[in-house]
Every structure is written in C-alpha cells, then in structure tokens.
C-alpha cells in the first residue's frame, strides 16, 4: 500500500527565513510519481511540482527547490528567503504508474505561517 | 477555458438526505477522483474513477456513491449512511503520471 507522511504539523517562520517541508513517502512500485501542492486558505490546491521516480536530480524553481532521494524515500521541498505570500498548507503526494488504476495518495499537509 | 469545475461551492444537508455535488472537467483526463478534506486536516480519497463506467473505492468510500456514466463528469452523492459529511470536497483529474488538476471545491454542512 502507498503512503505519505509529513511529520510537520505546523512550520512558523520569520520573513526571509530559508524553511524545508519534509516528505516521506512509501511505495511497492518501481514506477511512480511524486508531487508538491500548495493550498492558499481559498482552498483549491495549486500544483507546484511532479517528479517521475526515475528521476533523482533535484529542481530549482526560483525560491523553490525540491530535493528527491530514492534511497531514504523522501521529496523534501525548501522555499529560501520566504515571504508571507508563501503562507499556506502544502501537501505532498504520491501517485503509482503501474497497473490499470492508479491512486493519488496526499500527505496529511504541513501549514507554513511566514510572519514579517 | 479548460478546466474542472465543482458545484454547488456551499451546501447544506438536512439530515437523513442524500446530496449529490458535481464534478465536470473539460481537459479530457481519464481518471477523476473525489477527496474530502476536514478543518486542519489532509485530503482523504473517497473514490477514483480511471475510465468511464468504472470506479474504485478509496481509503474512506463508506456513506458515499459515484458513477462515472462520461469521461468529463464524475458525480459524488453522500448518502445518509454517512454519519459525519460536513467538509470540504474537492474533485479532480489528471492524466496517469502528470499532475492532478482541481476543481474549487464544495463546502458541505449538515444543519
């Protein structure tokens, strides 16, 4: 079975501050897909990033970088010099690639409150 | 403009009704999902759907139904069987392995 646990709960930073969401994730399959959402306090979830599982390198998206590592199972995400904009609740997901359906497993989410 | 859209946005059940919230995509995704979200909680799977005229239960299907009759609607009902349905509810879809799209969710409360 597939499962994805965030271990924080809740994450307050000062404005400026570098933060890294932690992602763990578990998985049978070979093939499968990770993700990052943001959910702003509007409530629709915005896709940030997808990362296949055959690929390691780790991205940088402006302040965003995303760090994958297949050998501890993890996906953590870190906002550097974070701003009250980036204030929200941010899920990671896993998604498995093989068979014939396919769910999409969210993490319980890690709230971020960036204070000036 | 492509997209999935959800409706009602609010809700309100008396209890012992059945309720049924609306999903529609118009991306031409194959598999569609509802999850329900409580305050301060994760997205929890209810059901998934990866072809029309088929659907599967998730982590938390009991007290809720689906059908899955065109690839571009996936309704939810939430029966009276479910005990506690106040939440928020968000549909969504995707094509295998890319990102999920979602709708704006509906917010269910039983008066």
């Known amino acids: 079975a597939q499962k994805v646990t965030q271990a924080q709960t809740e994450i307050s930073v000062v404005e400026k501050e570098d933060v890294t969401l932690d992602c763990v994730y578990e998985?049978?399959?070979?093939?499968?897909?990770l993700f990052w959402y943001k959910q702003p306090p509007s409530g629709e979830l915005v896709f940030l990033i997808r990362?296949?599982?055959?690929?390691?390198q780790n991205e940088i998206s402006g302040r965003y970088s995303w760090n994958f590592q297949k050998s501890t199972s993890s996906f953590n995400f870190t906002i550097t010099a974070s701003q009250v904009v980036d204030s929200a609740v941010y899920f990671c997901?896993?998604?498995?690639?093989?068979?014939?359906?396919?769910?999409?497993?969210f993490g319980t989410g890690t709230r971020l409150q960036v204070t000036l | 403009d492509g997209g999935i859209t959800q409706s009602p946005k609010y809700l309100f059940r008396k209890e012992g009704q059945n309720v049924t919230l609306s999903c529609e995509q118009n991306?031409?995704?194959?598999?569609m999902y509802w999850y329900r979200q409580d305050p301060g909680q994760g997205l929890r799977l209810i059901y998934y759907?990866?072809?029309?005229?088929?659907?599967q239960k998730g982590d938390i299907a009991e007290g809720y139904s689906v059908s899955r009759e065109k690839k571009e609607s996936f309704p939810l009902t939430v029966t009276s069987a479910q005990k506690n349905p106040t939440a928020f509810y968000l549909c969504?879809?995707?094509?295998?392995?890319?990102?999920?799209?979602f709708g704006q969710g509906t917010r269910l409360t039983v008066v």
């Open positions: 969504a879809s995707s094509i295998r392995g890319a990102e999920a799209f």
């Open positions: 998985t049978r399959d070979t093939t499968y897909y």
């Open positions: 990362r296949n599982s055959f690929d390691e």
């Open positions: 997901a896993l998604s498995e690639g093989g068979g014939t359906a396919s769910k999409l497993t």
């Open positions: 991306l031409n995704h194959d598999a």
């Open positions: 759907s990866q072809i029309v005229n088929d659907f």
